[in-house]
């Protein structure tokens, strides 16, 4: 990706990015003040609702006292007392009903038979025991509660007065009535109210096996939405006020926000019906999209001057930035000679000093680098020199003594001459056997031979490496268990037999010597797509993570008698496969060797 490009993706993604923020803080912003404003909306008609409904409960309770003090009820006390007979009083409800415009009209006798019903007069003698649970019913307010009519139960706000000698100012009248005066709580109740532009007010009512029913303001009954009956669901069985988004004609996409509130039954929390107000999101969602329309036309403004300006940009300073970015892949490629040339007279021009900086730093790199590779090898040559003297002065020392002691029998003509002469040639052949193994593995790492690829069975090779020690491990003082674990199906890649067979067998010994006191040896193998993982561990001693971190130099050793060149031999074999080894170690807790090889398939040099 060029730096055209680059800045491009910089500049219109700060434009996109601040569009997107902006209007998203507007949109946001919006929501919340449509949130408010549903807020406010919602407590005016609950309020409106409120007085609407004590204003109604007031009257009811005057006209409910009206009727207990009225000339009618105070003579049918009288005569009751006397006689004892209501049949008389049978249409009594109904004709006061009539006079005080009442829907709902009751009177109960003093144990809450009712003697006399205006919405359903063949409830006559049936006895309502609901009344008496109260005291003082003229000092209650109105309630709500469902009365029972030839059509079914209807929900209503009912108020109860109690008609008693004081009020009919009758002597010798010790008997007490009850009456129930009420009105429908339906669409006439609601269409009182008056209801903002794009709101509407629903009330759900759900009688005793029934149901249930959702009216309107206009006076119509409608079908419940599927959206809006589980929140009406929660709000009659939580008690409790919800807000939620739904639809409420089918087929429509208009979105409502709505509000239910609860209406309770009287001295309990059970819900009677549910009012709900639906405000339309209508002018929300317009707004909202008016926003996302002028953001995306921002946008594509500011995407079509990012064109311009990174084009500038470009122009001023991509040349010479694409010259100093192919003069610094010349330099990693080894080219460090590579200068920068750059035509431009104004000195304090950043790039101009840039160009600058790069010329200086390629040449002090290349003063490092020739300090650097002198150091380097002199620094090689002495720890060469330190580990041939630390190797070869370990069978100098004994091949010393035994010259000395062979010179000294012989000058004094020790009669045991012959048997010193003997252990004396051994001593000295071991040695120099000894001597010859060293040049032989310093030899050997200076002229690592390259592998010659070929297919081979990782999981064969192993198994026979494994049956190799398996004696040695077995009869050991302190025996070692050996565990193998290979990978189902094909484990084939490219490599060299002879020189894996020699690494991974340089591993199991070294894991065989961090052992001495036994423990458990693993072999594992594991496979996927495109690499096969070979583990060889241990439960040693273990490594610090410095001496795990340098387990890999040549001439580093943490055992008593080695020339270090053992493991940097085997990363030599496995980074010659094109593989990776690393090392995971701690102390006390063992040590793990892991390679992952490619899975290629070579075909044999013959």
Known sequence: ???????????????????????????????????????????????????????????????????????????????????GDTAPYLNLARSLASEQQLEFLEILAQEGTII??????????????????????????????????????????????????DKCRLNGIDRKFYVVTGRRLDSNFLGNLILPEGTRLLLWQQPPGSPGQLLTASGTTQEIPPDLKPVMEQARDRGTKLSRSVRLDEGSAEI????????????????LAVLIVASSRRALVE?????????????????????????????????PIEEL???????????????????????????????????RMTDELLRQRDRAIQAERVAAWRELARRLAHELKNPLFPLQITIENLMNARQQNSPEFNEIFAESTSTLLAELSNLKKIVGRFSDFSKMPAPNLQNVDVNRLLEDIARLFAPQLSSAAN?????????????????????????????????????PGGGTLRIVTSASAETLTVEISDTGTGLTEEEASRLFTPYYTTKQHGTGLGLAIVQSVISDHGARISVVSRPGEGTTFRMEFQRLVAHSRG
């Open 116 to 165: 006399s019903s205006a919405q359903w007069p063949a409830r006559f003698g049936l006895r309502e025991p609901w009344v008496l649970g109260v005291p003082e019913w003229d000092k209650q307010p109105a309630f709500l509660r469902y009365e029972e009519t030839p059509q079914g139960n209807e929900l209503a706000l009912v108020s109860v007065r109690e008609s008693n000698s």
């Open 325 to 359: 970015s192919s003069a610094a892949r010349d330099v990693t490629a080894g080219n460090w000679d590579r200068k920068v040339y750059l035509e431009s007279s104004d000195q304090k021009d950043e790039v101009v000093q840039l160009v600058a900086s790069f010329n």
């Open 287 to 319: 707004l909202r999209s008016q926003i996302r329309k002028i953001g995306l036309i921002v946008a594509l403004a500011g995407i079509l001057l990012s064109i311009v300006a990174s084009a500038w940009s470009a122009t001023q300073i991509s040349r």
């Open 479 to 515: 025996p070692i268990a050996l565990t193998t674990k290979f990978a189902d199906g094909d484990a084939t890649i490219a490599g060299d037999p002879d020189l894996l067979r020699r690494a991974f067998e340089n591993l199991v010994l070294n894991a065989i010597d961090a052992m």
């Open 256 to 271: 409502f926000s709505a509000r239910t509130i609860p209406l309770l039954d009287q001295g309990s929390s059970r819900p």
């Open 1 to 83: 990706m060029n730096l055209r490009t680059r800045l491009l993706l910089v500049f219109g993604g700060v434009v996109v990015v601040a569009v997107a923020l902006v209007s998203f803080a507007v949109s946001a912003g919006a929501r919340r003040a449509f949130g408010q404003l549903d807020d406010q909306r919602t407590g005016a008609i609950e309020q409106q609702f409120q007085r609407e409904f004590d204003v109604e409960g007031k009257a009811l309770a005057a006209r409910a006292d009206a009727i207990a003090r009225s000339g009618q009820v105070c003579g049918m006390a009288l005569a009751l007392s006397a006689a």
